[in-house]
């Protein structure tokens, strides 16, 4: 069974970082694509960050700069390493093969006060 287990999120002000966790099992996330992903009330899904199995990353247009994707293989864990916060990136984030594939984790909510 696959599971997502996100971590790390939290509240902070704005322009202060945060670093979020995805531990995976059932998969194994070093042969896959893995992406963050974010939803904020009222909005749909997007993805955020997106890295692929050799390391290269991409990002939305919107985080570019501020964000960074990074991956453990040998943890089969995920990372988004987030700075720079601004109110806008308020939103409960989650990790998943990148395309999605499966059940959802539970997430993780950041909120960023201004």
């Known amino acids: 069974q696959v599971q997502l287990v996100e971590s790390g999120g939290g509240l902070v002000q704005a322009g202060g970082s945060l670093r979020l966790s995805c531990a995976t099992t059932?998969?194994?996330?070093?042969?896959?694509?893995m992406g963050w992903y974010r939803q904020a009330p009222g909005k749909q899904r997007e993805l955020v960050a997106g890295?692929?199995?050799?390391?290269?990353?991409n990002y939305a247009d919107s985080v570019k700069g501020r964000f960074t994707i990074s991956r453990d293989n040998a943890k089969n864990t995920v990372y988004l390493q987030m700075n720079s916060l601004k109110p806008e990136d308020t939103a409960v984030y989650y990790c998943n093969l990148l395309p999605p594939f499966g059940s959802w984790g539970q997430g993780t909510q950041v909120t960023v006060s201004s």
């Open positions: 059932g998969i194994i996330a070093r042969a896959n694509a």
């Open positions: 890295i692929t199995v050799g390391g290269s990353a």
